[in-house]
């Protein structure tokens, strides 16, 4: 994805893609841990041991590090929706199965758990906040419109990103119940088949609005 703001050319070296990786690993492991209210730029330049000087080298604005720290988390998830569709590539329904699996599975892990509910915070106090959210939401949501596509051909574009929606609130609706110590989590599994099986069932028989 494009959109990296770190200072053009601070990373064009190899010392300097590891020190761009290093201050985001940083700023991420505050966030899980601390929470978004946690996250400065001077948290991450102690956390590094180095000045907030030489972070600005790096990052001269928190706005320009959450909006990197974002893009890198969606970035994750992309590769691995791919490799996902790779492996079912003649199927759109498996590919479905496949992808809403995954994502529903993560929501177990503590970072995820932690991560997306912080961010949700931030976007209702934020309208900065709120566009990078919805950014990298609908880059998420753009893989579940391409397999609807695959599934569904007819229905409209329209029709295509309202079950994208659907099928996205659904998931990230369950971090709070069935994610990382929350009091649901022995139900996860039952929860995801059901989501899962609900899901291909809502692309399957959704009514075309043209």
Not at 143 to 159: C, F
Not at 162 to 186: K, N
Not at 190 to 205: E, F, G, H, I, K
Request: net charge neutral.
């Amino acid at each position: 994805m494009n959109g990296r703001r770190h200072k053009p050319g601070t990373a064009a070296y190899a010392t300097g893609q590891e020190t761009v990786v290093r201050i985001l690993d940083a700023a991420f492991d505050i966030v899980i841990d601390e929470g978004m209210a946690g996250l400065s730029m001077r948290r991450v330049a102690r956390t590094l041991g180095i000045s907030p000087g030489n972070l600005s080298y790096y990052y001269a604005a928190k706005a320009d590090l959450i909006e990197d720290l974002l893009t890198r988390v969606i970035d994750g998830y992309m590769l691995e929706f791919e490799r996902l569709r790779n492996v079912q590539a003649e199927d759109p329904e498996a590919q479905l199965k496949a992808v809403i699996t995954y994502v529903f599975n993560d929501l177990q892990s503590r970072s995820t758990t932690c991560f997306f509910p912080e961010l949700w915070v931030l976007a209702n106090r934020d309208a900065w906040a709120a566009q990078q959210m919805e950014r990298i939401y609908s880059v998420y949501r753009s893989v579940l419109e391409d397999i609807i596509a695959l599934m569904r051909p007819k229905l409209s574009a329209a029709d295509r990103s309202d079950l994208a929606l659907a099928i996205s609130a659904c998931i990230e609706g369950h971090t709070m119940f069935v994610g990382h110590d929350r009091p649901h989590r022995a139900r996860h599994a039952r929860l995801r088949a059901l989501v899962v099986t609900q899901s291909v069932m809502m692309v399957r028989s959704a009514p075309s609005t043209i």
